[in-house]
Nanobody, 121 residues
Framework: QVQLVESGGGLAQPGGSLRLSCAAS????????MGWYRQAPGKQRELVAI???????NYADSVKGRFAISRDNAKNAVNLQMNSLKPEDTAVYFC???????????????WGQGTQVTVSS
């Protein structure tokens, strides 16, 4: 079992910045994918940004140029730098990890419990 703990959420003004961090309870070196998703009230959970084990990234069109995902293998963490925040970025942000564990190797999907991001003046 892998635990993912998000931090860094809170209240920001439009145009402001926040940095989210997701700490994993084990090495993320063997992860196939780590990323961030969000869910606003009354809406489905949606992809925000993901990074594959090879370092490729993918962003939702709505956050391209404003958000940046990064990973720190030494700290077993994946981060999301959010700049130029907009009210429509308000949501609960969830960290996701897809990891290969065990022998024979099997792929498992894990989610954090989420952190609230509110963008409001």
């Amino acid at each position: 079992q892998v635990q993912l703990v998000e931090s860094g959420g809170g209240l920001a003004q439009p145009g402001g910045s926040l940095r989210l961090s997701c700490a994993a309870s084990r090495s993320i070196f063997s992860s196939n994918l780590m990323g961030w998703y969000r869910q606003a009230p009354g809406k489905q959970r949606e992809l925000v940004a993901i990074m594959t084990g090879g370092g490729s990234t993918n962003y939702a069109d709505s956050v391209k140029g404003r958000f940046a995902i990064s990973r720190d293998n030494a700290k077993n963490a994946v981060n999301l730098q959010m700049n130029s925040l907009k009210p429509e970025d308000t949501a609960v942000y969830f960290c996701k990890a897809v990891m290969v564990i065990g022998l024979p190797p099997q792929e498992y999907e894990y989610w954090g419990q989420g952190t609230q991001v509110t963008v409001s003046s």
